[in-house]
């Protein structure tokens, strides 16, 4: 489903006496339909940067995206809208991923008419958001409430309900449930295996954590100065890691 070839991103200084960072260092990877690819590494390592060049939202320096055999790398941004849809990311802050100042029910209503999805008028758009609500395990009551008035691992389920109604066939999970307390992650992971099943959903889900992407993932893709330095099955990865970067970070998962 995604194919990358060579993909390279530096970022230019930003200041005279600053310095270049080669964030993705021709990076090869493909993720199948229907697998969760994990993307681990450290801090800085460029994680969050190759996935947002997948989606196209940070431009390339060099190499191939594929998405279904098609060769987006060079979309037009109209043609780049047509499957915008399809490929979706959420990202770590349940705090700022909704508009802090809309009712949730606003932020529901609104990728219907970002995306221009055919909904004849409010009560089926409304009929909709209903049932995705219900498949992320929320009630009505939440639409009328704020941001600020639920908790973080309901967020998670309003922004999972929200890329939902898109019925995207590629998800990105950017450090998705780093921020939530380790029982309510466990929720939301088991909400994100019952949705894959459901709609058949590709994932790359991107986290620190071996232990959480171990559980989650069929594969494992290392990631360390911008390099994929091991790439293999969750098990193979995790119970005997070759590249010495990934014993390091199997190993402290374990001591911690
Ligand atoms: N827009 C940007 N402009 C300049 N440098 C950037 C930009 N985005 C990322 N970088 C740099 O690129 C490198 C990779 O960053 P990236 O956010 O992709 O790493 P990451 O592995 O996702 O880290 P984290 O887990 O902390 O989010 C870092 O050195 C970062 O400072």
Redesign the pocket.
């Known amino acids: 489903m995604i194919r990358l070839e060579n993909i390279t991103?530096i970022?230019?200084k930003?200041s005279f006496s600053g310095e270049n960072?080669l964030?993705?260092d021709n990076v090869s990877l493909t993720i199948d339909k229907g697998k969760i690819l994990g993307l681990v590494?450290?801090?800085?390592?460029?994680?969050?940067?190759?996935?947002?060049i997948i989606l196209r939202l940070?431009p390339v320096d060099k190499g191939k995206i594929y998405f279904y055999n098609r060769d987006i790398t060079n979309y037009t941004f109209k043609e780049m809208q047509a499957i915008r849809r399809e490929m979706q990311i959420i990202f770590?802050h349940p705090d700022t991923s909704l508009n802090p100042r809309k009712k949730i029910k606003h932020s529901l209503i609104e990728p219907f008419k970002i995306h221009r999805l055919s909904s004849k008028n409010e009560d089926n758009i409304m009929s909709r958001i209903m049932k995705y609500l219900d498949l992320v395990g929320l009630n009505e009551e939440i639409l009328d409430r704020y941001p600020n008035q639920i908790s973080g691992g309901q967020i998670q389920r309003v922004v999972l309900a929200r890329v939902l109604v898109l019925e995207p066939k590629f998800l990105i999970l950017?450090?998705a449930t780093s921020m939530l307390d380790v029982s309510v992650q466990a929720q939301i992971i088991e909400l994100l295996r019952k949705i894959k099943k459901e709609f058949d959903i590709t994932y790359l889900f991107?986290s620190?954590d071996i232990d959480l992407v171990k559980a989650f993932c069929d594969d494992i893709a290392v990631?360390k100065d911008?390099k994929i330095v091991e790439l293999g099955s969750s098990e193979r990865i995790y119970n005997s890691p070759v590249h010495e970067y990934t014993r390091k970070l199997v190993k402290t998962f374990r001591e911690f």
């Open positions: 991103k970022f230019k930003r960072t964030a993705v590494g450290e801090s800085g390592c460029g994680k969050s940067t190759l996935g947002r940070t770590q950017d450090e991107i620190h990631m911008g």
